[in-house]
């Protein structure tokens, strides 16, 4: 019995609040000094008492992201529009005393702290991301020879469907088939629609678990994936030996570098603020419990799977699990080195 294992997304993000009320009024919070010091050149339009600046103009715009040369007429007069609209917006919710409202003003923090930490994250892995060396490339890429030297393509035929709401009943349904005809057969019977097809499967890019358990298939293997909104039997047909090398090894290493140090940087600041924070009353209990539902590890052989992992084919799902796996056909969680 194989199993496979849900992908990490251990990723920071920066959160852009454009357009939420609790923002807008976030912005105009910041105080009517620092604008009215703007050169008058820098007004570009004016809302009630209020002015706008083209800074505040290039920074909607830089939000959207929408490049300098692509800022035609329309383009700015949106960006431009949402930002009166905004500050109108603001001027009323005040004008009501929405800022004196408790939940408004937790949101108001709540906002100024996501802003200010997501910035302070994109600041610091920018700073480690600029330094990455040749040696650290050239180590990664002699520690990974599954990406580069011995980079393997797994051709496979599969079978794709929305999870039914019984995914117990399939898998006792499917739990001896050996071929894809028998899984479509069963799927035909228990009324589920799919669609069947080939597709690639790129060692370079496959979470390490999924990979092991490729490996280690047999001949007659069927693979059961499945994420919360789809999921996929399949067979590997063929494995064909495609090493990445030269300049396309070296771009695709220097990625995975910088995703890798965006993982352990976003586990060193969770680490430290945890270690920096004191809870109080029952809430010291609560946050000693160990986090359920460490994916990652692979099960040993005839064992169970780990919590949150997807079973293969006879495996039984784990009650109300989340799984996070993408199918094989939309594995997209790492961008595809070029050949």
């Known amino acids: 019995m194989l199993y496979t294992t849900p992908i990490s ?3 920071w993000r920066v959160a852009a609040i454009a357009c939420a009320l609790s923002g807008a009024i976030l912005l105009a919070g910041c105080g009517k000094k620092e ?3 703007a050169a008058v050149g820098q007004v570009i339009a004016h809302v009630g008492p209020d002015d706008v600046t083209q800074q505040e103009l290039d920074n909607e715009l830089r939000l959207a992201n929408v490049p300098a040369d692509k800022r035609s007429d329309a383009i700015v007069k949106a960006a431009l529009t ?3 609209e905004r500050k109108y917006l603001v001027q009323q919710a005040l004008a009501a005393k929405l800022d004196r409202e408790p939940t408004v003003h937790l949101d108001l923090l709540r906002s100024r702290e996501q802003i200010l ?3 302070f ?9 600029s330094t990455i060396s040749k040696n650290e490339i050239d180590s990664y890429i002699q520690a990974h020879p599954k990406q580069f030297d011995k980079r393997e393509l797994f051709q496979i035929e599969q079978i794709s469907f929305t999870p039914p709401k019984d995914l117990n009943a399939l898998a006792a349904e499917t739990k001896d088939d050996k071929t894809l005809d028998q899984v479509e057969g069963k799927l035909n019977e228990m009324n589920i629609k799919f669609s069947r097809g080939t597709t690639t499967l790129d060692s370079a890019t496959m979470p390490a678990e999924m990979l092991q358990a490729l490996d280690a298939k047999k001949a007659d293997d069927v693979f059961f994936i499945r994420s919360p909104t789809s999921a996929s039997y399949f067979k590997v047909q063929s494995v064909d030996a495609t090493p990445l090398t030269g300049d396309d090894a070296d771009q695709f290493a220097k990625r995975e570098v910088r995703a890798e140090i965006g993982r352990k940087g976003a586990q060193q600041i969770t680490e430290a603020a945890l270690a920096n924070a004191k809870y109080e009353g029952d809430y010291a209990r609560v946050m000693a419990l160990p986090t359920p539902g460490a994916a990652g590890a692979a099960p040993p052989a005839g064992g169970e799977p780990p ?3 997807a079973p293969a084919v006879g495996g039984e799902p784990s009650a109300g699990a989340t799984q996070t796996t993408e199918k094989p056909a939309d594995n997209s969680q790492k961008e595809q080195p070029k050949n």
């Open 121 to 129: 994250v994109q600041r610091d892995l920018s700073s480690k991301m």
């Open 9 to 11: 997304h251990g990723r």
């Open 117 to 119: 930490a997501g910035a």
């Open 35 to 37: 604008e009215t010091q």
């Open 82 to 84: 949402r930002i009166v």
């Open 307 to 309: 919590a949150g992992a």
